[in-house]
């Protein structure tokens, strides 16, 4: 015997009554219920193989405002055609417009699809209308037509009306006066069951799904049916809050960095110039400090110096002369007010400056940052004005260039999730010798990292460090676009809530 709840068997009944199929929105009409309601009822329903559920799609036409006030009133063009025809068949723009009573933001738009519609003849020397048909009589357009309609409908299926109307339809929503949206009918059709069910449905004992208290003081509840649970039924599909998925990747990246020994290293997303460059060894006048490459900071223009006034004169030394580093330097004439000018952060190599200037370090030792650096970059797949680097270096007596390139390969196998790394050599004002780090992960294909290499005496010996230090900066964002499979960079910061739903918890 076939068990119903009350509102499965008013639903099943209903349909029944209005021939067997119906539409969702009729039977919230018949019912009482809500659609939610209806729905629920109707999957239990189909469950038990007493009704089908049919998803009908149709496109569907709604006037804008705009659109209404010209199904009342008549298109610009009308309007402007009508006034021509008054005069006399032959009438200059103006004198028309003025007379059809358009303003002057819709006149060209009135003459244009008058021309369009070959209503008139337009002189653009003596700016004036000719009506071109004999008889002063332009029959109504299927434009209009269409428009009149929604005089007594508020929206029309576009698969109901004729070719010329459908041909109408596009040419009014490319003038923006109506919105063609498809729309989603369910239709509920009771099976030969279904039937024999509906018309048995006075016989069916109801059950319960909520003990009240009134059912507990009267003691009615010894004379009802209790609904059974039934953990097989369908129910939504629900979506648990989780991190970002991106956030997650870098506290997983910050984690394996800390359990291989790093320390990690933070500062200001406000940087001076002398430590986003000159204690990095790059010249004051590099490419790299034009306003097209980084941000400087409008107000205030310049930042305080004055912790750091002997390592700021040995790096100025160093730029203008080598000073004890064995270089020749840069041979220009050193400016103090350009090292404290304000920028954005550029790169996160800043915060390992900063850390050897300030002795933050034992040695041996390892640092890393996870660093937000800006650049005026043109945005594509691959590049963003605004990104993440993961910084690090390691401070010991006796590293070597191998010691850099295990740490690098590593670091792209184990947590980049590649395939194999190849490296090549680079040029960076503060490293020598310098590589470029690319990975390789199949199905994805070859991607640039970053670059690396070994602190040239230029930048250490000014910052009193006397032992060589390995350093590397790579893109995460990149890590993470070859860890996810994702071809586009702006993926990362995208709120595509369906991608961000589906997107694994690791």
């Known amino acids: 015997m076939v068990v119903l709840r009350t509102q499965e068997q008013q639903l099943l009944s209903d349909i029944e009554k209005v021939g067997g199929s119906a539409s969702v929105e009729k039977l919230v009409e018949l019912c009482g219920f809500t659609d939610a309601a209806v729905m629920r009822a109707a999957l239990v329903l189909q469950e038990q193989k007493l009704l089908t559920i049919q998803a009908i799609t149709e496109n569907i036409i709604k006037p804008t405002l705009e659109a209404k006030e010209y199904a009342r009133n008549s298109l610009p063009e009308r309007k402007l055609i009508a006034a021509v025809n008054s005069i006399g068949g032959t009438a200059n723009l103006a004198e ?41 009589l332009i029959s109504e357009g299927h434009d209009e037509i269409l428009l009149k309609l929604f005089l007594e409908k508020e929206q ?6 004729s070719s010329e109307l459908k041909e109408a339809a596009q040419q009014l929503k490319k003038r923006k006066l109506v919105t063609i949206e498809p729309k989603t009918t369910r ?68 984690a394996k960095l800390v ?37 400087y900071i409008k107000e205030p223009k310049y930042g305080d110096l004055e912790k750091h006034s002997q390592v700021l004169e040995q790096v100025k030394e160093t730029h203008e002369n080598g000073w004890k580093t064995g270089s020749t330097g840069w041979g220009y004439k050193y400016s103090f007010d350009e090292a404290k000018r304000l920028i954005l952060r550029g790169h996160g ?24 650096v800006y650049r005026p970059e043109i945005t594509d797949k691959t590049h963003l004005s605004e990104f993440n680097q993961v910084e690090g ?20 196998l184990e947590i980049a999730g590649a ?71 702006r993926m990362i910061f995208s709120q595509d809530l369906d991608w961000l739903r589906k997107k694994q918890v690791t």
């Open 96 to 136: 028309a417009a003025k007379a059809a009573g358009l303003q002057e933001s819709f006149i060209q738009i009135a003459l244009g699809w008058i021309i369009r519609k070959k209503w008139a003849n337009y002189n653009s020397k003596d700016n004036t209308l000719n009506i071109a048909k004999d008889g002063f």
């Open 156 to 161: 029309i299926c576009l698969d109901d009306l």
């Open 187 to 254: 239709i509920l059709k009771i099976t030969e069951e279904g039937t024999k069910v509906a018309k048995q449905s006075n016989k069916i004992q109801s059950e319960v799904t909520k003990l009240t208290p009134e059912l507990i003081i009267t003691g009615k509840w010894r004379e009802i049916s209790l609904q059974k649970y039934n953990i097989k039924a369908p129910v939504a599909r629900t979506w648990a809050g989780k991190k970002h998925p991106y956030l997650a990747f870098l506290d997983e990246v910050r």
């Open 259 to 295: 359990q291989l020994g790093f320390k990690e290293m933070t500062g200001t997303q406000v940087e001076t110039c002398f430590f986003n460059f000159d204690a990095l060894n790059v010249p004051q006048d590099h490419p790299a400090r034009e306003p097209t490459d980084i941000y």
């Open 349 to 372: 190599t800043c915060l390992s400056a900063r850390t050897l200037e300030c002795r933050r370090f034992d040695v041996p030792s390892r640092h890393f940052s996870i660093a937000r």
């Open 393 to 412: 270096i390691i401070i010991d007596e006796n590293l070597t260039l191998k010691d850099l390139l295990g740490v690098l390969g590593k670091f792209a």
């Open 419 to 489: 395939d194999k790394v190849r490296f090549k050599p680079d040029y960076f004002p503060f490293t020598e010798p310098s590589v470029e780090l690319s990975a390789f992960k199949e199905d994805y294909g070859w991607i640039e990292f970053g670059g690396s290499g070994i602190f040239r005496p230029e930048v250490t010996q000014p910052l009193d460090v006397k032992v060589p230090v390995i350093a590397w900066g790579l893109g995460v964002d990149r890590l993470y676009m070859m860890r996810s499979g994702i071809n586009d960079i």
